[in-house]
């Protein structure tokens, strides 16, 4: 199956215990709450709407055109979700999708999924309903509204949500604060503008074919005001948080040595092996390339042993 | 063997090896050695074959480039240093401890989602997702999804066909057809309306059928076994093995 995963899902390994499950918290959070809403809203029909959407926003991801020598824009869906169903459905929608994917085909981690729901979900689609929100009010109902709403809103959540992506990173300590950010950024504000084009031609043609559903999204959400402060909050935040780390990388490396402390403070407390070095081995080179040898020795023997295991297993079957 | 396992006793194992590999400090090598090694061993009894394990796993690999910076930043003694312009680059020892047991961690983490992913077939998954509390209806949005997710997919393809077909194409650059980014991108962002329109209207006919069959709102789903004694006792001494590992990780 074609299936080019996005340089926006962290796998795991990149983010510190602590950033993850900090993550984690704050998104089961988000989708309680979104659970709450959305029964109360959709009612039964919740199901099959948000299951066929959520799997629509993921083949729609394999739609890609040429931008130039080799490389393609595509679709990662928070922005129309978030027009076509809502903020809360909108929230449920991504998270599946999200979810899908780390778990089928392993784009993204899975202890680094609720950090990724939270960059692709929560923030993907705040960011976009406030975007959406006040361009279309602005607009007084006018169809220009609609679409630069729509092109805006979706440019502005997948740069907005590859900012924190790069925040997060830099506060696991796995890349510094001004490399990681601004080359997230970068990148992103470019891959955004696929993504602003995309939404833009898919609600030119929504808008054309069936009006109402475009329209939908017009009326009153529950509690709409609380996802576009929000959202406000997460882009305001980001967007001056994001220089200000890149500047003084410092800080942020302090947070990440500060939690990297704590992260080995509960370290050694006695050594077996003080620094790999075998006790009685005197140069330091020859220990630790002993310490290699033994090492790759103990996976060998281990994994070795299991496939002989298995097979005098199968041939005692047999 | 690993694929007749109890979902749920993977599921846990699975979660409980990702974590154990996040909490291993980053230099402690002979812990992330020892969890290859036990990786490693379930790729054998999974029966997968550990190179389709591994070649998977190259799907994680452009991420590496977000650590790749660490190389230079981490102050220590010098690996070996160049210059790039004006830039004087320094590469440290300690840079590149911390890179590789980066990469060392997300390699060990992402052969764990592999072999879960390889060796359960979904719908056992979801049982699993159900038994540890997970909402019904979120685990039920992901099955439907699940479902019709390769029904959209070819739907997908179709649009693209159809583009293929009433496009021409060329090896030339100079002769590229289509008109510049911004029409090609509106006519891509046509198909993806197109595939929303038709998602719709397939979600609307699924509500129907499910009606038709008595849906009534609830999300029913068969009663999940409780776990035998030998799967207990596997469940067990994973996370026995795990325990003690992260034990070592902080002892060391």
Known sequence: ML???????????FLSTAVSLVLWVLSIVVIAYSLKRVSADLGER?????????????????????????????????????????PWAAILVMTSVVSIQALIFQDGGLLALGSNIFNMGVIGVAVSYMVYQTIHKLAGGKSWGIFAGGFIAAWLSIFIASLAVGLQLALSGTSPANIAIPAMGGIHAIIGMGEGLITLGALVFLYA????????????????????VVGLLIALALT???PLASAHPDGLEWVAEQKGFLDTAQGPLYEIIPDYVLPGVSSEAVATILAGVIGTLIVFGVTLGVAIARRNRQSSNA | MIHTLDARVKFLLAIGFILTT????????????????????????????????????????????AALPLLFTTTGNTLFEFYMGKWHLMASWEGLERFASIAMKSWLSVQAAILLASCTPFPELLAAMRAVRIPRLLVAIFGLMWRYLFV???????????????????????????RDIAWRARVTGGMAGNLFLRAFDRSDRIYMAMLARGYDGEIRSTPLYPLTAQERLVLTVGFLILLLLLTLAYLL
């Open chain 1, 3 to 13: 299936y080019s995963p996005a340089p926006m899902h962290i796998p795991d390994g």
């Open chain 2, 22 to 65: 996040s909490l291993t400090p980053g230099e402690r090598w002979p812990v992330f050695i020892l969890l290859l090694a036990v990786i490693l061993s379930v790729e054998v009894l999974s029966e997968l074959g550990i190179l389709f394990v591994w070649r998977r796993a190259l799907l994680a690999l452009p991420f590496v480039l």
């Open chain 2, 152 to 178: 959209l997919v070819d739907e997908a393809m179709r649009l693209m066909r159809a583009r293929a077909a009433r496009s021409s194409t060329s090896d030339q650059t100079a002769t590229r057809p289509g």
């Open chain 1, 46 to 86: 919740q199901v099959p709407v948000m299951g066929v959407l959520a799997a629509a926003i993921f083949a729609g991801q394999m739609l890609n055109f040429t931008v130039a020598g080799g490389t393609s824009g595509h679709l990662m869906g928070a922005a129309i979700a978030t027009i076509l169903l809502g």
């Open chain 1, 209 to 228: 074919t069936r009006r109402d559903l475009v329209l939908a999204g017009e009326k009153p959400q529950p509690a709409g005001a609380a996802v576009w």
């Open chain 1, 240 to 242: 001056v948080i994001s």
